[in-house]
């Protein structure tokens, strides 16, 4: 039974919740993001490139235009969570000054 009960304080405790949270927003996002690069990226590139689909590039056994696409998709993917991760900065220090300059309310 005690276990049970550490158990339900872990689970209570804020930071299980908010990692949940967490996980399902970041697979929400990952699906949007990997459309852009999938859908808009990838092919824009592929057709400034000359290429059908980037892909499809091979020397010989090699499939090399996978690797490509992947690190490019991986770079991608990083600078749009940087970005956000920016902005989430930015929006937090707007609140701190606002609420160091707001008065306390009597």
Not at 39 to 61: C, E, H, N, Q, S
Not at 74 to 97: C, D, E, G, Y
Request: aromatic share 10%; charged share 20%; net charge neutral.
């Amino acid at each position: 039974m005690r276990i049970i009960k550490e158990f339900q304080e872990f689970v209570n405790r804020g930071n299980v919740v908010d990692l949940a949270v967490a996980v399902i927003i970041g697979t929400a996002f990952q699906n949007i993001v990997n459309s852009l690069v999938n859908d808009l990226i990838m092919p824009l590139i592929a057709l400034v490139g000359g290429w059908a689909k980037l892909d499809d590039l091979r020397f010989g056994p090699f499939n090399y235009g996978k690797l490509i696409a992947n690190v490019l998709h991986f770079f991608i993917v990083a600078f749009v969570l940087f970005l956000v991760v920016k902005a989430m900065n930015k929006a937090k220090t707007i609140i701190v000054q606002d609420d160091e300059e707001t008065p306390p309310t009597a």
